[in-house]
Nanobody, 120 residues
Framework: QVQLVESGGGLVQAGGSLRLSCAAS????????MDWFRQAPGKEREPVAG???????YYADSVKGRFTISRDNAKNTVYLQMNSLKPEDTALYYC??????????????WGQGTQVTVSS
């Protein structure tokens, strides 16, 4: 059974930083791409960043230059370092694992989400 557990969310002032973590179990972590999505109130869930099995990262235009996704295969964990946070980054952030090693934002397992709130 695949399980994804996010942590690291919280309340931060605009311009601040947070690091989200997602611990995975139940699957050979290293061969699958991993993604971060977010969903703000009243909006659809959107992809934020993805990292393929080779460690190549991809980002939504809205977070390029501010967010960094990384993975530690020895720890079965994916991270999202978020810097220069803006109020519009406020959302519930989800970790997800893809069906293959490539980033297509076609997730098959999801975490429960961690709330990020950025105050102005």
């Amino acid at each position: 059974q695949v399980q994804l557990v996010e942590s690291g969310g919280g309340l931060v002032q605009a311009g601040g930083s947070l690091r989200l973590s997602c611990a995975a179990s139940g699957r050979t972590f290293s061969i699958y791409a991993m993604d971060w999505f977010r969903q703000a109130p009243g909006k659809e869930r959107e992809p934020v960043a993805g990292i393929n099995s080779r460690g190549t990262a991809y980002y939504a235009d809205s977070v390029k230059g501010r967010f960094t996704i990384s993975r530690d295969n020895a720890k079965n964990t994916v991270y999202l370092q978020m810097n220069s946070l803006k109020p519009e980054d406020t959302a519930l952030y989800y970790c997800a694992t893809e069906k293959t090693g490539w980033v297509r934002y076609e997730a098959d397992y999801w975490g429960q989400g961690t709330q990020v709130t950025v105050s102005s």
